[in-house]
């Protein structure tokens, strides 16, 4: 790190925290670590130092800002990762580090929109109903064994990674894709494999709207996770909030930073 330069750690693993990465590259007055989970084998190379892995804990993380002498911690992890999400409060509180979270609005429904909100996977798994259906399962691999609680289904299950045997159901095809995905293809997918029903988490953000959109067009219901609860702390809907806070320095306090 170059020394007197403001010390920042990202909790990454969304595009918000690649473009914030990207936007404090190359500064002096900022030495950026960039920390990732490590649930993704190949991911994207960014132009700061990045760290793989978990912390241990809360108190893991919290021993790491202090040894590293984090000055600034910011949470850009995803949606509906609650855990490190709670780690970092608590981290950051323990350590007296500022926190800031970059939490990216939830997508709202919209007219044509033919959505069940559901509270987690199990919820998901029942509202698909007893008759067998073909599902386009887009909720990531780690919770996609739950729906090997009904196996009468077809699914169609798009991940980044390979499955690797973690939905063992007759009748899945399996298929790896990193998005953007706009709408039109998503449109063409559905009807090319006879999609009769999308499962998303509520992720928000532009990348993966188009199956949302694509469902509206087609008519296609739209079992809609809701997100899991996260800690209220300040927060900024994107990487450029993230970095005026930054600049602002001490000035930024949590009343002008709870945007959503």
């Known amino acids: 790190m170059i020394r007197g330069a403001m010390r920042i750690l990202i909790l990454g693993g969304t595009g918000e925290a690649s473009a914030l990465a990207r936007a404090l590259a190359g500064r002096e007055d900022r030495a950026v670590i960039l920390s990732l989970a490590g649930r993704t084998a190949a991911p994207k190379p960014e132009p700061v130092p990045t760290r793989v892995g978990g912390f241990g804990g809360a108190k893991g993380l919290a021993d790491y800002l202090l040894t590293e002498r984090i000055d600034r911690l910011i949470d850009a992890t995803h949606p509906f990762a609650a855990t490190i999400s709670a780690n970092a409060a608590h981290a950051a509180e323990a350590v007296g580090v500022p926190l800031l979270a970059i939490r990216r609005p939830a997508w709202h429904r919209e007219p044509g929109d033919l959505w069940t909100d559901v509270a987690g996977m199990e919820e998901a798994v ?88 694509a469902a509206r067009s087609l008519a296609i219901p739209v079992i809609m996770v809701r997100r899991p609860e996260k800690p209220d702390v300040p927060s900024v809907p994107d990487a450029a909030g993230a970095l005026r806070w930054l600049d602002a320095g001490d000035h930024a306090g949590p009343a002008t930073l709870r945007e959503v």
């Open 126 to 213: 029942a509202a698909l109903g007893s008759e067998p259906r073909r599902v386009f399962l887009t909720i990531g691999r780690q919770e996609a064994g739950a729906f090997a609680a009904a196996p009468q289904h077809a699914y169609l299950a798009r991940t980044v990674e390979p499955l690797d045997g973690v939905l063992p159901v007759p009748d899945l095809t399996a298929l790896e894709a990193r998005g953007p995905f706009d709408a039109a293809a998503e449109a063409d997918l559905m009807r090319a494999t006879g999609t009769e029903i999308l499962v998303s988490k509520n992720s928000g953000g532009a990348a993966t709207y188009g199956k949302i959109a």
